[in-house]
Nanobody, 120 residues
Framework: QVPLVESGGGLVQPGGSLRLSCAAS????????MGWFRQAPGKEREFVGG????????YYVDAVKGRFTISRDKAKNTMYLQMNSLKPEDTAVYYC?????????????WGQGTQVTVSS
């Protein structure tokens, strides 16, 4: 199993930005697509967006389209989630995942999650 470790979460004011990182600890990423999910208190875990193995293709749900950007640096064995124009409703624990699907039940590997809080 490839451990995935997220970092970069924290407290930010509405309209601010954060960049989350997801690293494969101790190994290289599998040649597989990856994605970001989030889970707010009392809600189900939801898909945010994904990126192909090559990094040439990305997908975002409507709620974050135009504000969030997913990228990956295979040389650094790291995937990123750049979040701009953050809103209070973006508050959640964010998880990176090795997956080719937006269905949480089909995820191959999960990270441990990192908290993002958007509040003034």
């Amino acid at each position: 199993q490839v451990p995935l470790v997220e970092s970069g979460g924290g407290l930010v004011q509405p309209g601010g930005s954060l960049r989350l990182s997801c690293a494969a600890s101790g190994r290289t990423f599998s040649p597989y697509a990856m994605g970001w999910f989030r889970q707010a208190p009392g809600k189900e875990r939801e898909f945010v967006g994904g990126i192909s193995w090559s990094g040439g293709s990305t997908y975002y749900v409507d709620a974050v389209k135009g504000r969030f950007t997913i990228s990956r640096d295979k040389a650094k064995n790291t995937m990123y989630l750049q979040m701009n124009s953050l809103k209070p409703e973006d508050t959640a624990v964010y998880y990176c995942a090795e997956t080719g699907s937006g269905n949480p039940s089909e995820v191959r590997y999960w990270g441990q999650g990192t908290q993002v809080t958007v509040s003034s």
